[in-house]
Each structure stands twice: as C-alpha cells, then as structure tokens.
C-alpha cells in the first residue's frame, strides 16, 4: 500500500529469501565462493553455519540458482528431522529415482548408482541439508558414509551442511569425529556491521525502485536500526517494513529514528531470555539446588560419623511433594 508513495516497484523488506535481493557482503561474497568452489571443486564436505535470521537459506538459494544454470543436479533438504531411511528416500525422490517399497539397501544401490552415471558423463550430483543443526546423529552418520562414494582422486557426491551454531557443537562431539575430519571448506555468516547494514538497506530500496534511499532512511535512522537489529538482516527486513507502514500512515516521507524505536519495542526486540522457562518459581531452588543440597547434607553427616561421640544422621525434612522426604 505504501509502494506508490514511496516510489517503490516491489516490496523491498520481504522476509522470504529471495535471490534478486542478495546483498553481497564481504562475509556473503566469501561464504557462496566457499560454497561454489567445493562443489564445483567436488571437495566433498563443505558446511556453512551461522546465527538465525544472518541469510544462510537466501545464500543457499542463489547457489541452487547458479548449479540448476550449471546443469548440477542437487537433492535440497530443507527439514532434516527424518529417521535414516527416511532421509534417503527423500534424496533419492528429489533425484527423481523410484522410491516406493524400496529398502534401505535398494535404496543405497539406487542412489551410488546414479552419482557414479553422471560422474562418468563429468556432471555434478549435490546434496544440499539446509537447518542441519537439526539432524540426528544416526542421520549424520548415515550422511558421512554417503561420501564413501569416491574415485581416487575426487568425491562424487558433494555435501553441503548449513546450519546455526548448534551445528558446529555436533560437529565437535567424539561420535562424529570421523565426519568431522572429512570437512574440506568451512564457512560462517555473522551480523552486519552499521557500514553494511546502510549498504543493505540502500541495495533492497534501490533494487525495488526508489533512486534516493538516503533521503528515506537518513543516516541517524540507519545507525538506530542497526542498534536495535544488531545488524541481523531478519531483524532489518522486519523492521523497516512495520517501519514503511508506519511511516506511510503519518504520510511521513522520511522514515525516523522514532519510528524504528516504536517498532523494536513492538516486536519487543530488546527482550531476550537465556533459555526457555524451566517452572520453577522464583524463589523457589531448582533440582540441581536441592540435589547439591542433599549431596552437602550427606556429605556432612558422613564426615560427623569419624568424630567420636558423634552419631550418624542423615537430615530428613520436606521433598518436592508432601509424600516425598527430603533427604
């Protein structure tokens, strides 16, 4: 509603990721080379992470763009949580092999056999798992073991992993140091800085029509939007979209600080809570308090037994529940 006004062509704020907004960044310039190169290179293993709502899905677009041009063919999980045979069935569906009443074995044969077809025609297979900080450790294995496919020179099936920072936890664990080992390029995505994130809104203003981005967002409403976004470019969409609207309400051709403000403390963006509520009620000791606690009682009363004179007594008061004791 605000386009005419604005003389916008399109929507320039949109959350969804789409690649004719890519903004190239250092940090995004290195990380799609990153990418490109492993598997143009067929490094094998190549894994992105990178904080929520920093443009690893928008990213892993313009790459599937570039590889369909490319003529690569590409499985793209985009929602890992599957068993093993599950997942397998989805890459090979996405392949356009058959997958019904095929077994996990069949499956297999299915999927080497058709990597090892196009690598003797020189052509790339690739298998993309975006949000892979949500794959199982089974399924892991299961993808570290596709990459046995290798002549021996070069890998024939390229993997990439893109994920947050949980990602790089599992990759550290003892279970998958075998998987760990075999990462040949590694990438990370990370916040804008003030300098970028005027270059980012001025990159989407520009490419959905407007010619005069700076008279629309001045630099002092530039450098509040970065404070409350912390240069997450999620968080800038948001922002300067509710933004626009609000702006546009008042029939103000310049958007404020002000008005970023009022839409952070809409979207309660300095509100952030370490974990999830655990239910227990303030004031109240968490399990760990009341078990260190017994452990210290024990250990007390333990201790009193070797003094002479001293019986051994453990302290029994009141537990969790009214038929439950403290011990």
């Known amino acids: 509603m605000y386009k005419r006004f604005y003389n916008l062509k399109r929507n320039p704020f949109e959350i969804t990721p789409d690649p004719s907004f890519l903004y190239t960044s250092r940090m995004h310039n290195e990380a799609l080379a990153t990418l490109y190169h492993g598997v143009r290179r067929r490094k094998g293993f190549v894994v992105l992470t990178g904080e ?3 443009g690893k899905t928008l990213l892993v677009r313009c790459l599937l763009q570039i590889l369909q041009r490319a003529n690569v063919a590409f499985a793209y999980v985009f929602n890992p949580r ?11 569906g996405d392949l356009g092999l058959v997958t019904t009443n095929k077994s996990k074995s069949e499956l297999l044969l299915a999927l080497s056999s058709y990597v090892i077809a196009r690598h003797q025609k020189g052509l790339t297979t690739v298998l993309v798992v975006d949000e892979a900080h949500l794959v199982s450790a089974d399924v892991l294995e299961e993808i570290r ?3 046995n496919l290798e002549t021996t020179q070069e890998k024939l099936l390229q993997i990439l992993l893109i994920g947050q920072q949980e990602l790089e936890e599992k990759l550290d664990s003892r279970e998958l140091r075998q998987l760990k080992q075999r990462i040949a390029l590694r990438s990370h995505l990370g916040p804008l800085d003030p300098s970028e994130t005027r ?3 001025d990159c989407r203003l520009r490419l959905a029509g407007n010619t005069s981005p700076a008279e629309l967002f001045p630099q002092e409403t530039i450098a509040e939007l970065h404070c ?20 546009y309400a008042a029939q103000s051709k310049c958007i404020t600080p002000e008005i970023v403000r009022e839409v952070a403390v809409e979207f309660r963006l300095n509100v952030l809570h ?9 004031g109240e000791p968490s399990e760990v308090e009341r078990a260190a606690r017994v452990l210290l009682d024990l250990y007390h009363s333990l201790k009193s037994v070797r003094e002479p004179g001293v019986s051994f007594r453990i302290p029994v008061g009141t537990g969790t529940r009214e038929d439950e004791p403290y011990i």
């Open 52 to 54: 929520v709502g920093t």
């Open 82 to 92: 599957l068993s093993p045979t599950e997942f397998l069935q989805y890459i090979a």
């Open 145 to 147: 073991l596709l990459t």
């Open 199 to 201: 270059g980012y809104v």
């Open 228 to 247: 409350q976004t912390r240069g997450f470019p999620r968080l800038i969409n948001t922002v300067c979209e509710n933004a626009l609207v609000l702006a």
């Open 274 to 282: 370490s974990s999830l509520s655990t239910g227990v009620k303030p």
